[in-house]
């Protein structure tokens, strides 16, 4: 019986203490944050789903080194922004990296519109385009600030790096980002 | 603050980071200023569409894969797990595997013989050492069977000639030792590689010098066996080629070896002749072996002619051989003179000899023109293999193969003309 309820340092504790069943309740609770982080830095649903895999695999065999200085979530994107960067740099040595249109992206809003649908797929697919074009520590921190709405200070410490490193280059990567998106802007303010 | 400074607020200014004050100063600007409040728009618009961004769930199954490998990382498999387990799977793979290394293994190993020739041609110096020893233990172990002076001058004798060879191969380039080795390390048990040599060394000493243990004890008897041979069957030139060891009870292998050596015959069993020599003639295998039995680039057999008697007081004369006429095509004095022994040799135990020589490459015809003034040729090859030898062309030199043929009976024909094979 899984106790979906306790803390992320309970089950750590328990995990380390040879109780594997404890783990089970930590990759439950943070799969989704993990695979989506790695998916939009990675742009690839295949590729991200095996790296969240390992991502979950790595952070089970060291988690006799966390010692619960900072929060488990910190220590796993820490492991997962890790091995997202290791596979992006092989994957941009390989091959082309693309944008998967399959239908893999969900929409949010659930729209019923076929047009909307379409408009939306279009968007998401630019926003990730200009996600890919970043600079690597760039777009960790844009995805780790606006994606995943973590506060200045634990993306500090997950990349670290000094806050106000993190300010600047938030703000670097978010002018890359409006230059990249410049042509959609202009072309929605005239339709609009 | 101008528009320039505004705008590096402005990132700040959208995540709300910003002190009241500051915030409200940006606010106002931004009111006023259409360019920063475009900027502002933009960099929003670009914050909503990132973290407006769709979750994407996981792959179905993600949790239980995960787990499934946390528990494998948690619980490795046993070795013998890892070996065959799934059953259905690896035992037929390993079993397939097992016939193929199977089959492979016959198939080199029926490869082998060619394997070895190749690496024995590549031992002198452990062979050399060797016989060295041999012939220096020889007069020791086999004191009060044979007559001693002689015993021990033509051990003497061979072991500086052995020396001098020695001295000259390693000048020149790694050559194969006699085939006779090959036989001798199968008795003794040794191995044929180089960095046995100590135990083949220890192989031949004395019995009175050593408290054998029990190899030695079999390398010791060995070596008694050998000892009267060795010691009896060296000539007076060159580095004889007698040495084998043929498993014989004592008693008949010292009247062989006797019989043997006042016959002028070589020791060498008929297959390791063969193998030392393998295109020489019939009359070789009970020839004696001049010179040591390297891979000749050239074989050539001569009968020798009928000897010049000039003086019947004195007994026969040979006519002048290559030592004392002057000779241009031979390198080595040493071996003129050793080619002239065995000519005589032939011509008095009426036995073949075989003598290996060493010329110039471009002195062969000239050599061979010097042979046909001593003797007839009857039989000239070369060896396909040698010339392909990189080292042995590189060397610029030619080692022949001399079989000396005694004399024919007068009348018997002879044939004048070479004979290629």
């Known amino acids: 019986m899984l106790a979906e309820g306790i803390a992320d340092a309970e ?4 995990v380390q203490q040879g109780d594997t069943d404890s783990f089970e309740v930590l990759v439950r ?8 982080l790695v998916y939009r830095l990675l742009g690839n649903y295949d590729e991200a789903a095996e790296v969240a895999q390992e991502v979950f695999l790595s ?8 010692r619960g200085e900072a929060n488990f979530s910190t220590w796993l994107y820490r492991i997962g922004l890790n091995h997202a960067s290791t596979r992006r740099k ?33 968007i998401q697919q630019r926003v990730q385009q200009a996600l890919n074009s970043l600079d690597p520590e760039d777009a960790r921190i844009v995805l780790l600030r606006d994606l995943q709405d973590i506060p200045y200070e634990d993306v500090a410490e997950m990349l670290d790096i000094p806050v106000g490193t993190v300010k600047s280059r938030l703000h670097r990567a978010r002018q890359a980002l409006k230059t990249s998106l410049a042509p959609y802007f202009h072309a929605n303010r005239k339709a609009s | 603050m101008n528009c320039e400074a505004i705008q590096r607020y402005l990132s700040d200014f959208l995540d709300k980071n910003l002190d009241v004050e500051r915030a409200q100063e940006i606010k106002d600007h931004l009111t006023a200023c259409s360019l920063c409040s475009e900027e502002m728009a933009s960099l929003a618009e670009c914050q909503r569409l990132v973290s407006g961004l769709p979750a994407v769930e996981p792959p179905a199954g993600f949790t239980n894969r995960v787990m499934a490998e946390v528990r494998e990382a948690a619980n490795p498999p046993r070795l013998w797990e890892r070996l065959f387990l799934p059953l259905r799977i690896k035992i037929p793979l390993q079993a397939t595997a097992v016939v193929l290394i199977a089959v492979l293994a016959a198939y080199i190993y029926q490869k082998e013989p060619l394997q070895r020739e190749a690496v024995l041609t590549l031992q002198p110096e452990s062979s050399f050492k060797k016989q060295e020893e041999t012939h220096n233990l020889a007069p020791s172990a086999a004191q009060g069977r044979t007559a001693p002076s002689k015993s021990k001058q033509v051990a003497e004798e061979t072991k500086a000639r052995t020396q001098e060879f020695k001295d000259s191969a390693q000048l020149k380039e790694p050559q194969s030792p006699p085939k006779a080795e090959e036989q001798n390390k199968g008795i003794a048990g040794s191995q044929p590689d180089a ?52 498993p014989v009870p004592q008693p008949e292998k010292e ?5 043997a050596v006042a016959a002028g015959k070589s020791l060498l069993s008929p297959e390791a002749q063969e193998r030392s020599a393998p295109s020489s003639l019939d009359a070789l295998r009970s020839g004696t072996v001049v010179g040591v039995a390297l891979p000749a680039d050239h074989e050539l057999a001569i009968r020798l002619k009928e000897p010049v008697r000039d003086d019947k007081a004195t007994g026969d004369r040979l006519a002048p051989g290559l030592a004392q006429a002057e000779r241009r095509s031979l390198t080595s004095q040493e071996e003129a003179k050793n080619l002239d022994q065995a000519r005589e040799r032939a011509t008095q135990t009426g036995q073949s000899q075989t003598v290996w020589v060493t010329i110039a490459r471009n002195q062969y015809e000239l050599f061979k023109k010097e042979l046909a003034d001593l003797a007839n040729i009857e039989a000239e090859s070369s060896t396909p293999d040698r010339h392909d030898d990189a080292v042995a062309k590189s060397s610029n030199q030619l080692r022949i193969k001399v079989t000396i043929l005694p004399p024919l009976a007068s009348g018997n024909p002879v044939p004048s003309q070479p004979s290629s094979r």
């Open chain 1, 59 to 66: 952070a089970f065999k060291s988690i006799h080194q966390f």
């Open chain 2, 255 to 259: 009247n062989a070896s006797k019989d």
């Open chain 1, 90 to 122: 092989s994957l941009n040595s390989a091959q082309q990296r693309h944008i998967p249109l399959d239908g893999t992206e969900v929409i949010a809003d659930g729209a019923v519109d076929p047009a909307k649908n379409v408009e939306h797929k279009e």
């Open chain 1, 29 to 36: 609770r943070h799969q989704k944050a993990i695979f989506n």
């Open chain 2, 195 to 246: 960095p046995a040599t100590p135990r083949a060394q220890n192989q031949v000493r004395s019995p009175a010098t050593l408290s054998p243990t029990p190899l030695q004890e079999k390398s010791s008897a060995a070596t008694e066996a050998a000892s009267p041979r060795l010691e009896q069957s060296s000539p007076p030139v060159g580095v004889q080629a007698k040495g084998a060891l043929a």
């Open chain 1, 11 to 14: 089950c750590v504790r328990r």
